[in-house]
């Protein structure tokens, strides 16, 4: 069996928090678990690394189903999977690609662990692509937002067929929903064992919450300045209620030249993925997103939040907040209001300081960033240091010419120095990557 200290050094972990060592600890006992911790504390590598070292080697199928909100967090939770090193297969399954090639992968892969929406899930198990018999370990990441996207039906009929499970894991950000009974079981609530690390107190400490006062009820003015004020060089996630209200949001920023991203439900995978590349590589520094961007998605070093709607809940409040002041940064939260707004009632007993808006703003610089979107990815047997090399060997670009690498099933983002761009584009124009011919553009 694999080590813990060989698996922590594969993924660069020197030490575990107290809440990972609790649920090491815990997941090896006979109990199902429900963990509660804030969002940005760890909770993927928490269940991850007890999970890969209670694998069976000499076991074949699917042992361990991973249940999740979104295909971003499906994602997310397979590339941390595979940074652990292991001998054992994981891969994500969602909509948005045909169940017939997730089968085909499965068929070529022979996963170990299997990473999936509700949904998803449930087209694999019904067409019996999976041997729902061997599965012996159920996760439901974000089990709360599973329940408020109306997930309970799908994950109703995924845990029936799952006949021989062992061990139940249950994680949240929020203790604000109780197990389900068709999670529980009815009668038997009191075998999960609850891990609450809910405590607040630290990210309190670390996040300045200010109020930002529009003179107008159309706040995208506002909105515009307070950006102008905050977000150079600092990654801001802008919070709204509605797909439409990003696609409104982000069409103003950029009618003001603005750079920014869009990110919502609504949107084209490629096009959710474009934008999250861009915002963590640094080529947009201001992401416009629903609620999708909340929860789960793994992006560092975001110092700003803005709540351009209010959510309608405190949770919700928190997740977003959550996507700062993450581990030990710092962080700032702003709340837009109309002065004839009212803050909702989780908030009215909480004393907000005013944000002064300076009474000049200027547009901040573009990104040293930019983002190339190359026509070719993993199926084409395309590897980050292909692209990498390319772009040394054909590009002339250096080391510190060449960000972020990003590979996909049929095509790559790579982050580019902006002002290397234009003598980039002349020296790779008519070149091949592993001798293909493909597209090589700056992502738009």
Known sequence: MIQLCEIMQNAGIEVLTPMQEAMLKAYHTDRNIVLLSPTGSGKTLAFLLPLVMSLDADKDGVQTLVLTPSRELALQIDGVFRSLGTPFK???????????????????LHPSVI??????????????????????????????????????DEMSEV?????????????????????PDFVAGMGNRDVFLKLDFLDNSSLSA?????????????????????LCAISSNSPTLVFVNYRESVERVATFL??????????????????????????????????????????????????????????VTSEAFTHRNGRTARWAAKGHAYIILHQDEELPGYLSATKIPAFTL????????????????????????????????????????????VGQVDVKDHYSFAAVRRDKLKKLMVLIRGEKIKGMKTIVEEAR
């Not at 994981?90 to 070529?108: D, L």
């Not at 087209?123 to 408020?148: G, M, P, Q, W, Y």
């Not at 845990?159 to 197990?179: F, G």
């Not at 300045?208 to 300045?225: A, H, N």
């Open 159 to 179: 845990v029936t067929q799952l006949t021989a499970l062992q061990k139940k894991v249950l994680l949240s950000a929020t203790d604000a929903v109780d197990i």
């Open 115 to 152: 990473i999936a929406t509700p949904g998803r899930i449930n087209d694999h198990l019904k067409k019996n692509n999976i041997d729902a018999s061997a599965i012996n370990t159920l996760v439901i990441d974000e089990f709360d937002k599973c329940l408020e996207l109306g997930f309970q």
């Open 358 to 401: 300076p009474v000049q703003v200027t547009l901040p610089p573009p990104s040293c960033w930019t983002t190339l979107y190359i026509g070719k990815g993993k199926k084409d047997k395309v590897s980050k240091a292909d692209v990498v090399g390319f772009l040394y060997k054909k590009g002339g670009m250096g080391k510190d010419d």
């Open 254 to 311: 950029y009618s003001k030249r603005f750079s920014c991203g869009a990110f919502h439900g609504g949107m084209e995978q490629i096009e959710r993925e474009r934008a999250l590349y861009k915002f963590r590589n640094g080529t947009t520094t201001v992401l416009v997103s629903t609620d999708l961007a909340a929860r789960g998605l793994d992006i560092d070093g975001v110092v700003n939040v803005v709540h351009y709607h209010l959510p």
């Open 90 to 108: 994981a891969m994500s399954c969602y909509g948005g690609r045909s169940t017939m090639e997730e089968h085909r992968i499965m068929n070529n």
């Open 206 to 226: 670390r996040l300045d919450i200010q109020k930002v006062f529009s003179p107008e009820k159309d706040k995208l003015e506002t909105l515009y300045r307070l």
